[in-house]
């Protein structure tokens, strides 16, 4: 995709761009390692490749880049997200879900930042070292090349004590000078940073937390009362180091700048080790290896806790009020990792999370939450912040007040769950079988229910999504008594709701004039998450294909759907009902129209590769908070659903 400045004016019809590496290759077109000169990162491109992919440094409008031009860096605790300019705007510390030590993403002027990049004129291009979540940059200045490495480190027996982010420069032609500068922020107006030095290292006091930048081969370091700044000046084989090391109400270790580059490169190695236990995809294989890799940065590697995105308050409008906090770990999302980690055979997070999950349940008393806090609590207040926000964007949430909503739709995604892990192999322990039976029970004592549905809205309804979820629940949990591990004595139960559920839907969510299930009971509007039947295996036959061709007409945008009928003037598309419509054309027997439409919808990432909530289908621009589990979740289950033999799950009801 082009980069042109913004504010220019202009008006466009986005069709498609970015995406990273083709499909087809492990890796891409990024497949090859790093030379050490630094000239041929692209294994098949050489200097023309490279030529071709420059681009000039994009503009910030407000101070604020594009969501689109944002990298995403994660360690098991954290996330950082890294704009195309070379400026992390948005650093929470100590966990995904802190308060930013970098909040320039929220508030430009006093959120705080950390700038590396050349101090004059330049062109770059990126891309994530392959199969790691680690960034390169290489930046073409009128004097020289050179390659920044951009790192969230892991220590030897993986996650480190302190966190640890580094930023390492290289000469790799010529001579370039760069400039940096690291300046805290006010942790939401809850801090004031002041800057010491403790034995010539600057250490940064940010109320609990304590911060110090460590350097290797700079020059003119300056520390400031409340910043840390100064140059590197490299000539072709040179290199320098810039790190910011932070601890939490505890003490901080120093560490030695060349301990933390031996870091960076074992971290490097890590990734790379953990991508290759992902299977070949086929012609899918690179995307869903770097989806994946994003979703381990949103994933708290303490206890398996997996968090809607790394982000809050990101619009899915600009100046618009929808503007939400997603740093929790939803059921639905959850279910729907456990679903891509099982086919991806990543064995440890299938269990982490799942124990997570079920401890979480249990914890907080009966029926089940929306969703629960990465500590796995019932979640706080919603309160929102004196901020200016995005591109003043308001308001600025902490909190989600979709808390305290009823969503049968829960339902289905734990069963859903627990139904995949035990197909996979595996065994529910005693608590786990008393705690879901009750549940279950709850499912079928509530189906008939009206509830705020799967898009957490406030009026009521009897949404066709949300029975659909009731249904996969009764029709899972009869199976888990089928195969002993819920009690028998339950399952006649089971079986006789999961029947009664689907011809209820089939009777009242039906429209005859729309040929397609519906939004809600007696509606006409329509809604692209009733595609998720043919996933379920609610529904693949002839209803599945003209729902399909009724959400397309009337929904769809080229690749892209919005969510739901009425959505074009206060939102973008929603990124994962383009893969949710690639896997139901799958289900359908629809395969050679659901890789044509995957090849398209692939071409929605940004140039790494990552995907936010949703698109604008006039600007392309990336709207919602960034980068967004659930459309990567869509992306790999949808790369399932087009390979042969995983399309595993049964019988319709």
């Excluded at 609990?208 to 100064?230: N, Y």
């Excluded at 029970?441 to 009897?462: M, N, T, V, Y």
């Excluded at 005859?512 to 006409?524: C, D, H, L, N, V």
Aim: glycine share 12%; aromatic share 8%; with cysteine.
């Amino acid at each position: 995709m082009t980069v042109r400045p913004r504010g220019a004016g202009q008006t466009r019809r986005y069709t498609g761009g970015g995406g990273g590496a083709a499909p087809g290759r492990r890796g891409g077109a990024a497949s090859g390692r790093r030379s050490p000169q630094g000239e041929a990162w692209l294994s098949d491109g050489g200097t023309e490749a490279e030529r071709a992919s420059r681009r000039l440094l994009p503009e910030r409008t407000d101070g604020c880049a594009a969501i689109r031009d944002y990298a995403v860096l994660g360690d098991g605790r954290s996330a950082v997200l890294v704009a195309a300019d070379g400026q992390v705007d948005w650093w929470p510390l100590p966990k995904l879900d802190s308060p930013p030590a970098c909040g320039a993403l929220l508030d430009p002027a006093a959120g705080g930042h950390f700038l590396l990049r050349p101090a004059g004129d330049c062109e770059f291009s990126r891309r994530y070292i392959p199969g790691t979540n680690v960034l390169e940059t290489f930046y073409w200045t009128s004097t020289g090349a050179a390659r920044v490495t951009d790192s969230l480190n892991s220590g030897l027996a993986g996650r480190l004590p302190w966190v640890e982010l580094a930023r390492r420069a290289e000469a790799v032609h010529g001579a370039v000078e760069l400039e940096w500068e690291f300046v805290p922020g006010n942790r939401f107006g809850t801090a004031k940073p002041f800057v010491t030095r403790s034995d010539g290292v600057p250490v940064i006091k940010l109320g609990d937390q304590l911060l110090a930048v460590l350097t290797g081969g700079c020059e003119e370091v300056e520390a400031c009362r409340d910043k840390v700044r100064g140059r590197l000046r490299l000539s072709e084989g040179s290199k320098g180091l810039v790190a910011v090391l932070a601890s939490d109400d505890q003490p901080l270790f120093i560490e030695r700048p060349e301990h933390v580059e031996a870091r960076l490169e074992r971290t490097i190695g890590s990734w790379e080790q953990w991508s290759e236990l992902i299977g070949d995809m086929g012609p899918w294989t690179e995307p869903v290896v770097r989806s994946a890799l994003a979703l381990k940065t949103v994933r708290s590697d303490d206890d398996g806790a997996i968090a809607a995105a790394a982000t809050t308050s990101l619009p899915e409008q600009l100046q618009g009020p929808k503007n939400w906090d997603y740093r929790f770990a939803w059921i639905r999302d959850t279910a729907f990792t456990l679903d891509a980690f099982i086919e991806l055979g990543l064995h440890e997070e299938v269990q982490a999370s799942v124990a997570w999950m079920l401890k979480t349940l249990r914890r907080n008393g009966r029926g089940l939450k929306v969703f629960y806090t990465l500590d796995g609590e019932e979640p706080g207040r919603e309160t929102q912040l004196d901020l200016p926000g995005y591109r003043a964007s308001k308001p600025v949430r902490v909190g989600n007040s979709a808390r305290k909503q009823r969503q049968l739709g829960v339902y289905g995604d734990l069963f859903d769950m627990i139904g995949r892990y035990v197909d996979d192999g595996h065994v529910l322990d005693d608590r786990s079988t008393e705690l879901l039976t009750e549940l279950a029970d709850r499912c079928a004592d509530e189906w008939q229910q009206k509830d705020s549905g799967i898009w957490e809205l406030p009026q009521l309804e009897h949404y066709t999504i949300s029975k659909i979820g009731c249904w996969v629940a009764m029709d899972r949990a009869y199976r888990l008594a089928e195969v002993g591990q819920l009690p028998a004595s339950h399952a006649e139960r089971w079986g006789c709701e999961r029947y009664a559920i689907k011809r209820w839907v089939d009777e009242n969510c039906w429209s005859e004039e729309q040929r397609s299930y519906t939004f809600f009971a007696g509606s006409e509007k329509l809604d692209a998450a009733v595609l998720l039947a043919g996933r379920t295996g609610f529904e693949r036959g002839e209803r599945l294909a003209s729902t399909i061709e009724a959400v397309v007409r009337s929904l769809g945008r080229g690749p892209m759907l919005y969510r739901y009928s009425g959505m074009e003037e206060e939102e973008g598309a929603f990124v994962a009902c383009s893969f949710w419509l690639v896997s139901a054309l799958a289900y359908n027997g629809q395969a050679e129209r659901a890789s044509a439409l995957m090849s398209e919808a692939i071409k929605l990432r940004n140039d790494v590769g990552l995907l936010s909530e949703q698109v604008s289908p006039v600007t392309g621009e990336f709207l919602g908070n960034m980068p967004q589990g659930l459309s990567h979740l869509a992306l790999i289950q949808a790369a399932h659903a087009l390979c042969p033999g995983s399309v595993r799950r049964g019988a319709v009801g």
